[in-house]
C-alpha cells in the first residue's frame, strides 16, 4: 500500500522560499507535484523520471526545481522567487505503473493513483 505525506508548506511573504518535501511509503513509479487554489481546479506543478528528466507548468519554470531521492523515495520541490498566485494547497502524487521507475512524464491527474493529504503554502504581497 503506498502513502503519500507532504511537508514543507508555511506562510511566506512574496519573493521568499520554500522546499516541500513527500515522503513516499511503497514502491511508486512516477511521482508529481499538484497544486489546488481555492474556487480553482488541482492543476499540475511538476514531475520527474528516475533518470532525473523534469517537466513544469509554465508558470513555475525557471523559479521552481523539483528533485528526488530515489534511494529513500523522497520527492522535493524547491519554491524560490514565490508569488501571491502560489497560493494553494500542494499535493503529491505517485502512480504504479513499473514499481521502482519511473519512464515516462505525465501531467495528467488521471495518471496518478495515489495522492497525499497536501501542504498548504501561502504567499502574501
Known amino acids: 500500500q503506498v502513502q503519500l505525506v507532504e511537508s514543507g508548506g508555511d506562510s511566506v511573504q512574496a519573493g521568499r522560499s520554500l522546499r516541500l518535501a513527500c515522503v513516499a511509503t511503497?514502491?511508486?513509479?512516477?511521482m508529481a507535484w499538484f497544486r489546488q487554489a481555492p474556487g480553482k481546479e488541482r492543476e499540475f506543478v511538476s514531475t520527474?523520471?528516475?533518470?532525473?528528466?523534469?517537466s513544469y507548468a509554465d508558470s513555475v519554470k525557471g523559479r521552481f526545481t523539483i528533485s528526488k531521492d530515489n534511494t529513500e523515495n523522497i520527492l522535493y520541490l524547491q519554491m524560490n522567487s514565490l508569488q501571491p498566485e502560489d497560493t494553494a494547497m500542494y499535493y503529491c502524487?505517485?502512480?504504479?505503473?513499473?514499481?521502482?521507475?519511473?519512464?515516462?512524464?505525465?501531467?495528467?491527474?488521471?495518471?496518478?493513483?495515489?495522492w497525499g493529504p497536501g501542504t498548504q503554502v501561502t504567499v502574501s504581497s
Open positions: 511503497g514502491f511508486t513509479s512516477c
Open positions: 502524487a505517485a502512480d504504479l505503473r513499473v514499481p521502482g521507475y519511473c519512464g515516462t512524464l505525465s501531467r495528467d491527474l488521471d495518471a496518478y493513483a495515489y
Open positions: 520527474i523520471t528516475t533518470v532525473g528528466t523534469t
